[in-house]
């Protein structure tokens, strides 16, 4: 069976992306784009985004997960650590973030070094989480090859009853990463496939370098 999808096509004419536009520091054009989509009744899940690691396999692998937080220090989301993507992070730090909006043409690339955040910082994060998803973080060995949904729904069925009219602590396999950029690009789509592509990459001075990448 076979699909052709070489018709398959759109012009992108809604914005563009000028140097003189542009921010020194990437965060202030990150805050910017990231606004405006949140923003945007296009949009759905505007923190919604990619990360690519490489496996223990060796192969890469993207998933999407939520950002959470984000400033001058980096980007937060929070997920199991003996995930796949945990157990990937920990012999390889090396990361990508990917962000798409298509109803803006607009999509921001961010290469970067993962970091555990402190105990503190996924504390006060998991206590802010409805209970059904923190009994979830305990419920779920994320990544795990499991018989069934009905054994899954039976871990759950036991951690309420573990923690009936408990306080619900946070595991300690459960906590955020953050992705500390080194280069973030802003890709803004144009007619005639010239489109704008922004690069800002971290200099030892810890300032960044603006440069423009062909289309």
């Known amino acids: ?61 993207n998933r999407i997960v939520l950002l959470k937080k984000y400033d001058e220090t ?18 390889n730090n090396h990361v990508c973030l990917s962000f798409f909006w298509p109803a803006l043409e607009r999509q921001i690339i961010i290469k970067g070094l993962v970091e555990k955040v402190s105990e503190e910082i996924s504390d006060t994060y998991f206590l802010s989480r409805p209970d059904g998803s923190k009994m979830g973080a305990w419920a779920s060995n994320q990544s795990e090859v499991v018989e069934s949904r009905e054994d899954l729904e039976g871990n759950l069925k036991k951690i309420e009853g573990d923690f009936k009219n408990k306080k619900i602590s946070r595991p300690k396999h459960w906590g955020g990463y953050r992705v500390k950029p080194v280069s973030i690009e802003f890709w803004q789509g144009r007619p005639n496939r010239m489109h704008d592509r922004i690069r800002y990459v971290l200099q030892k001075e810890i300032t960044w370098k603006l440069e423009r990448l062909a289309p």
Request: charged share 25%; hydrophobic share 35%; proline share 4%.
């Open 1 to 61: 069976m076979s699909h052709d999808l070489s018709n398959h096509r759109k012009s992108y004419e809604k914005f563009e992306l000028l140097e003189q536009n542009c921010p020194e520091h990437p965060i202030f054009l990150f805050k910017d784009w990231f606004s405006f989509a949140d923003a945007s009744d296009l949009v759905d899940e505007a923190n919604a985004m990619n990360i690519a690691t490489i496996g223990e396999d060796g192969f890469p692998k």
């Open 74 to 91: 980096g980007f937060i989301f929070y997920t199991n650590y003996n995930s796949e993507k945990g157990k990937a992070i920990a012999k």
